[in-house]
């Protein structure tokens, strides 16, 4: 299912990219107060509820908001505590999904709450990293696909361009040094409340359960 993104919310980000194209080592500073927006948080609580993805460690699905508070209520909390910097990330749940070759892939799950605001985040601080990708990329882009990346190479190989190099880092999202990345990240937003949010979810705790489901 596709969202249509706001209009308030497209200028926003239109303005984000602008100023980082024309810009390449300016550092944005006041990002955090964009996240608790209430046209974001809604935006991004139709965006992760569209992925129907699994409920964390709290067990709390939309279904169970909608009925009980509303969504109303729910985005006006999380903003509330957006605002108050009264927000912490929940643990998050780990399962694990088996892959072709026989081993399995761990795969953490947020809360709903957790899910949300890092949506929030992604759509106010993703135009800024947009305007330095390389145009040959495509992995985790918006309006891009692997599906483009191939398109990409058959267009290179009808130009006689016949030399293709695939690359995989095993277990890449397992072993990210977060120093590193926090210091790439710092490298476009000096936002500190923006650098300790994202933190939090690296730092979040891991929740597992064993085959009797304990804890």
């Known amino acids: 299912m596709t969202l249509s993104t706001p209009e308030t919310i497209k200028t926003l980000q239109r303005k984000l990219y602008t100023k980082a194209k024309q810009m390449p080592g300016f550092r944005f500073y006041a990002l955090y107060d964009k996240l608790g927006r209430a046209d974001i948080l809604s935006h991004a609580y139709d965006r992760v509820r569209a992925n129907r993805g699994a409920p964390g460690i709290d067990g709390q699905t939309f279904q169970a908001i909608e009925a009980q508070q509303g969504k109303a209520a729910f985005i006006a909390d999380l903003g509330g505590q957006l605002k108050d910097k009264t927000y912490r990330a929940n643990a998050v749940r780990r399962v694990e999904l088996p892959k072709p070759d026989g081993s399995l892939r761990p795969l953490g799950i947020p809360t709903v709450a957790d899910r949300v605001v890092q949506m929030a985040a992604k759509l106010v601080i993703e135009p800024i990293f947009e305007a330095d990708f390389c145009e040959h990329s495509y992995g985790f882009r918006p309006q891009r696909s692997a599906h483009d990346a191939v ?3 058959t267009h290179s190989l009808l130009r006689r361009r016949h030399q293709v190099i695939d690359a995989d880092l095993s277990q890449y999202f397992d072993t990210i040094p977060h120093a590193k990345l926090m210091a790439t990240v710092a490298e476009r937003i000096s936002d500190g409340a923006v650098l300790a949010l994202i933190q939090q979810w690296l730092k979040a705790a891991v ?8 804890r």
Request: overall charge negative.
């Open 151 to 153: 398109d990409a190479v």
């Open 207 to 214: 929740v597992e359960e064993d085959d009797k489901g304990r």
